[in-house]
T-cell receptor
Framework: RKEVEQDPGPFNVPEGATVAFNCTYS??????FFWYRQDCRKEPKLLMS???SGNEDGRFTAQLNRASQYISLLIRDSKLSDSATYLC?????????FGTGTRLKVLA | DAGVTQSPTHLIKTRGQHVTLRCSPI?????VSWYQQVLGQGPQFIFQ???????GRGNFPDRFSARQFPNYSSELNVNALLLGDSALYLC????????????FGDGTRLSIL
C-alpha cells in the first residue's frame, strides 16, 4: 500500500462547479498535512495547511479525518485558473510524503 | 524577499557523468530538502538537511549525496548518471520545525542522454 494515495483523475468540471478531492494516508501517527498546487512543469506551491478542525480559505476548504486516515479538499465555484494538479502531502519524519497528485481541468 | 532559488534551471548530461545542483533557501530558513519528480508522479524525498547536518534520507542509491553550507545553501550531487535520473529536481526550504510548510524553488530540469 502506498503511504499517500490520491485518485490521479483527471477531473474535468465546468466553471462554477464544486469539486472535491480525497487523499488517504497509511501512517496513523502522521501529524501534519498540506495541499499543494502544481501547474504544468512548475514547482509545487502551498495551497493550504490542513488542521484537525478543518479550515477554509476563500473558495477552498480542507478537512482531516484521523479515524479514517484521509484528508479532503473542496473547491467551490471553480475558475478556469484552478486548472492544475493538486498534491496531497503528509509530513513524515523529516520529510514530506507526496501523493501522485490529482489533475483538475476546469472547462469554460 | 527572495524565495528559494535553484541553479541551473536546465541541464543536459550524458550517462556516466556527474552533476551538481545548487539551492539557496529563503532567508532565515535553516532547513533544506531535496526531491526528485518524474513525469506523472509526485515528488519523491531524497534528503533533508538542517543546520548542516543530514536529518533524513530517502530511498535513493549512494550515487546521490548532498551537503549544506554554513550559509544554509545546499548542493545535491549525483554521480554515474543513469537515463532514469532524468527528472525535475526540487529544493524546498523551511524553518525546520514540525508542521511548518516547505517552500519550493523552481527546480532544475535534468535530462540524461
Amino acid at each position: 500500500r502506498k503511504e499517500v494515495e490520491q485518485d490521479p483523475g483527471p477531473f474535468n468540471v465546468p466553471e462554477g462547479a464544486t469539486v472535491a478531492f480525497n487523499c488517504t494516508y497509511s501512517n496513523s501517527a502522521s501529524q501534519s498535512f498540506f495541499w499543494y498546487r502544481q501547474d504544468c512543469r512548475k514547482e509545487p506551491k502551498l495551497l493550504m495547511s490542513v488542521y484537525s478542525s478543518g479550515n477554509e480559505d476563500g473558495r477552498f476548504t480542507a478537512q482531516l479525518n484521523r479515524a479514517s486516515q484521509y484528508i479532503s479538499l473542496l473547491i467551490r465555484d471553480s475558475k478556469l485558473s484552478d486548472s492544475a494538479t493538486y498534491l496531497c502531502v503528509v509530513e513524515g519524519t523529516y520529510k514530506y510524503i507526496f501523493g501522485t497528485g490529482t489533475r483538475l481541468k476546469v472547462l469554460a | 524577499d527572495a524565495g528559494v532559488t535553484q541553479s541551473p534551471t536546465h541541464l543536459i548530461k550524458t550517462r556516466g557523468q556527474h552533476v551538481t545542483l545548487r539551492c539557496s533557501p529563503i532567508s532565515g530558513h535553516k532547513s533544506v530538502s531535496w526531491y526528485q519528480q518524474v513525469l506523472g508522479q509526485g515528488p519523491q524525498f531524497i534528503f533533508q538537511y538542517y543546520e548542516k547536518e543530514e536529518r533524513g534520507r530517502g530511498n535513493f542509491p549512494d550515487r546521490f549525496s548532498a551537503r549544506q553550507f554554513p550559509n544554509y545553501s545546499s548542493e545535491l550531487n549525483v554521480n554515474a548518471l543513469l537515463l532514469g535520473d532524468s527528472a525535475l529536481y526540487l529544493c524546498a526550504s523551511s524553518d525546520g520545525t514540525s508542521a511548518q510548510p516547505q517552500h519550493f524553488g523552481d527546480g532544475t530540469r535534468l535530462s540524461i542522454l
